[in-house]
């Protein structure tokens, strides 16, 4: 009986090479990934500002900085193009803030004037809520700002998350937006092409009730981190000449009585005056300069209408005007 020969070793190598030649393209496409699109995963307002801070801008004298209460309203009254609008939302903390707003310094130079538009529940935000990880630890993630992070935070876990994401994803994990937008192209489809926000209309008694809602709370709260990260904007201003401009964003006229009676709009302008108290550099507006909404004007709570943004937006962009002159 004859011995079945054995396998030659090219057959046994066969699914190797396979292999080998499957991990090389994996790489190769990663590696053109990785330089032929900009870094943008595309998930949400910003990402779609750090790409567009990956591309020199240019020099404006005003940068505006506004949580997603006043994100968009610009755009919307046609005053995008007045001002570095660098608005995205309150998740981003003032740490996001801040390293947004050295992104553009960094191919623009410091302007002369930084406005922060934020509504006061934006400052209780220290970062370890469930938006975190979207928002600020898988978006602020170069080195430099990894570090300054731990060293002002004086925490640990978080930085070390930001740095696994910073190097463990491949490229394409980080260009997933601008990869969709090529493969959209390929196939005919419109990729400018977005639904319209769908419009809201007439009474909405859920809204009012979180209208009413919001008004009652009583305590002023800002985070710990808030507060150092806002002393360090303040810091870096000064050594730049820069004034920074801290404004309230729109509020409901109802909160705005009932905060101004129950003690909590005292607690959060003080705040803002001690800031300005210690850097001669910040000015702080009356925080009810743009509380003129109706209940029945907001979409919930905290933000405005689709239909009034734009009214807001110039309203905003003339105040901003009248300080920066």
């Known amino acids: 009986m004859e011995t079945p020969s054995s396998t030659s070793s090219s057959d046994r190598w066969r699914p190797g090479r396979a292999l080998l030649l499957a991990a090389t393209l994996i790489v190769a496409g990663e590696v053109a990934a990785s330089a032929a699109v900009v870094r943008d995963p595309g998930r949400h307002v910003v990402d779609t500002l750090l790409a567009r801070l990956e591309e020199p801008q240019p020099h404006r004298d005003v940068v505006l900085w506004g949580d997603s209460v006043t994100a968009r309203c610009l755009t919307e009254a046609g005053a995008d193009q007045e001002f570095h609008d660098l608005s995205t939302t309150q998740a981003i903390g003032i740490p996001g803030v801040l390293y947004s707003y050295r992104r553009l310094v960094a191919t623009t130079g410091a302007p002369k004037h930084l406005v922060l538009v934020t509504i006061p529940e934006t400052w209780q935000n220290d970062l370890t809520n469930e938006l975190a990880p979207n928002y600020f630890e898988t978006c602020f993630v170069r080195p430099d700002e990894v570090r300054h992070f731990a060293r002002i935070s004086g925490r640990w876990a978080q930085p070390t998350r930001m ?10 994990r980080w260009r997933r937006r601008g990869l969709r937008v090529q493969l959209n192209r390929l196939r005919g489809v419109d ?15 859920e809204t009012i009730a979180a209208v009413q809602e919001r008004a009652q709370v009583e305590t002023f709260v800002v985070s710990d981190l808030a507060r150092t990260f806002l002393d360090e904007i303040a810091l870096e201003t000064a050594t730049s000449n820069t004034r920074v401009h801290l404004l309230t964003a729109a509020l409901p006229r109802s909160v705005a009585d009932t905060w101004e009676r129950n003690g909590y709009l005292a607690a959060y302008r003080a705040f803002l005056d001690d800031l300005a108290a210690r850097h001669p550099h910040v000015d ?17 709570d905290v933000h405005v209408r689709p239909q009034f943004m734009a009214g807001y937006g110039r309203d905003l962009a003339d105040f901003v005007h009248s300080l920066t002159r």
Do not use: E, H, K, N
């Open 163 to 172: 740095l696994g994401r910073a190097f463990l994803l491949p490229p394409t």
């Open 191 to 205: 990729v400018s092409a977005r639904p319209p926000l769908r419009p809201i209309t007439g009474d909405d008694p």
């Open 284 to 300: 702080v507006a009356d925080p009810r300069q743009f509380a003129q909404f109706a209940d029945t004007q907001m979409y919930d």
